[in-house]
């Protein structure tokens, strides 16, 4: 602000010399105060009119000058207004993302939890009800329990060769019941009864009829 000041005392200091000069061009040596003007004559408008466009020029381009710098400032303002909106708005985006996240994160947390607390809630209420409902007959044995897990599935085969043929390789069982809940012999088994050769592969099927008969009635 000071150094503007400077430059229109000077520039006005300037102004005046040159309306100084016009004067002394037109009226001769005579001394500018002492310069008999009339404002009705050609010369003196010519000299008014040149002394006004010169001073009146250099304001022009002094408020010129002003008006550029108010016009940088302001764009400057603008700009810069513009920039922390621009970054207040990302800022605040970002925020909303990460509080959004966050909750979202909660929610799922919370969903997780409760939906343990219902699973043991229903754990818990299903093991009161199977202990309430045992009784000592429909529990099962201890003994039976503690029995490894081959001898409970698998029954166990006991296979009588001489049952009904009286040949060692029939691989039937002993007893009648054991046909039903027993599986059979296993491959290996019937892979090796059929690798043996039949001692009766020589009689016809009705020799092997009679024959089975004759040991069935024995039996009797």
């Given at each position: 602000r000071?150094?503007?000041?400077?430059?229109?005392?000077?520039?006005?200091?300037?102004?005046?010399?040159?309306?100084?000069?016009?004067?002394?061009?037109?009226?001769?040596?005579?001394?500018p105060d002492r310069l008999p003007i009339d404002p009705l004559t050609e010369e003196g408008v010519t000299l008014h009119v040149a002394a006004a466009t010169t001073i009146q020029a250099q304001f022009r381009g002094h408020a010129a000058r002003e008006d550029v710098r108010q016009v940088r400032a302001a764009r400057a303002a603008a700009a810069t207004e513009i920039q922390r909106i621009a970054r207040g708005k990302l800022a605040r985006t970002e925020a909303a993302g990460r509080h959004h996240a966050l909750q979202a994160e909660l929610a799922e947390q919370a969903a997780w939890h409760a939906h343990k607390q219902e699973v043991a809630a229903l754990r818990e209420g299903r093991l009161s009800r199977l202990s309430r409902s045992a009784t000592p007959q429909s529990r099962p044995s201890t003994a039976l329990m503690d029995e490894p897990p081959s001898s409970i599935l698998e029954p166990t085969l006991?296979?009588?060769?001489t049952a009904r043929t009286g040949t060692p390789d029939s691989g039937l069982p002993r007893y009648p019941h054991q046909r039903l809940c027993s599986?059979?012999?296993?491959?290996?088994?019937?892979?090796?009864?059929?690798?043996?050769?039949d001692?009766?592969?020589?009689?016809?099927?009705?020799?092997?009829?009679?024959?089975?008969?004759?040991?069935e009635a024995v039996q009797q």
């Open positions: 000071k150094a503007t000041d400077i430059q229109r005392v000077f520039r006005g200091h300037a102004g005046r010399r040159q309306v100084d000069a016009l004067k002394a061009q037109v009226a001769g040596p005579v001394a006991d296979f009588d060769t599986p059979g012999p296993s491959v290996d088994d019937t892979d090796a009864l059929a690798r043996k050769p001692p009766l592969a020589h009689l016809s099927h009705y020799d092997r009829y009679k024959l089975s008969g004759a040991d």
